[in-house]
């Protein structure tokens, strides 16, 4: 997918979130999923390294149908890719900038979000086709260095921070005023073993600090 085509539904979602579900089962994924549409979850994504994952994403893929977009994250080789596609996904997520896996991701029309650090892995990954940029990892990617990527990156293309990004408006509020786009939540979200009930509530702390920060 292209980032204009990305960024233009990106800004119309009310809910601009990533949901990062490290270690989900997929004796779990069918309920994450639903609690997280109903919390305004559009984005959904299991990483690679979590029990069964590609299960996990055929099953959520099921749930979400058109509603969103559900895929894989710590994706690093191109037989990943399509390992993912296989079984339904949509989104290619990655903690680096690998040329190879974001060009296969643009032309099987994938949604492509690289993890970059740097302005040379940002423009790299521009390059190849990302339809996004991962800010990775955002505890080392302050607002102030957000606001220095923003000057330089396309306004086309979003900027989402990734890591340490907590339910927290004035958080998130210094991250988009310094031109971020929104959002990735892993460890804050959710973690592997945690109850249905425990994401839910963190599910709707993050919307509600969202629409406060939006406000």
């Excluded at 979130?17 to 979850?41: C, K, N, Q, Y």
């Excluded at 996990?56 to 749930?63: A, G, K, Q, T």
């Excluded at 895929?71 to 191109?78: D, E, F, K, N």
């Excluded at 296989?86 to 974001?102: F, K, R, T, Y």
Aim: proline share 7%; hydrophobic share 45%; with cysteine.
């Amino acid at each position: 997918m292209s980032p204009e085509i990305f960024i233009a539904q990106w800004q119309k979602e009310p809910l601009p979130l990533v949901a990062i579900l490290r270690g989900i089962t997929p004796g779990d994924a069918v309920e994450a999923a639903e609690i997280l549409l109903e919390s305004g979850f559009r984005y959904l994504e299991v990483p690679l390294n979590s029990p069964s994952p590609l299960e996990s994403i055929s099953l959520m893929r099921e749930v979400v149908g058109e509603r969103g977009y559900v895929g894989a994250g710590t994706v690093l080789t191109v037989a990943q890719v399509d390992a993912v596609v296989e079984c339904g996904g949509q989104l290619i997520i990655s903690p680096n900038c690998c040329p190879d896996v974001i060009r296969h991701s643009s032309k099987l029309g994938l949604i492509s979000m690289p993890g970059v650090m740097t302005p040379s892995e940002a423009f790299s990954a521009i390059a190849a086709g990302a339809s996004s940029l991962k800010l990775f990892p955002a505890e080392h990617i302050t607002p102030a260095i957000t606001k220095a990527f923003r000057a330089v990156v396309p306004r086309e293309v979003a900027l989402l921070p990734v890591g340490g990004i907590q339910p927290d408006a004035a958080q998130m509020r210094s991250y988009i005023q310094a031109g971020a786009n929104g959002f990735g939540l892993g460890g804050g979200l959710y973690q592997a073993g945690m109850s249905m009930a425990v994401l839910r509530e963190h599910a709707q702390a993050y919307q509600r600090a969202w629409h406060k920060c939006a406000a």
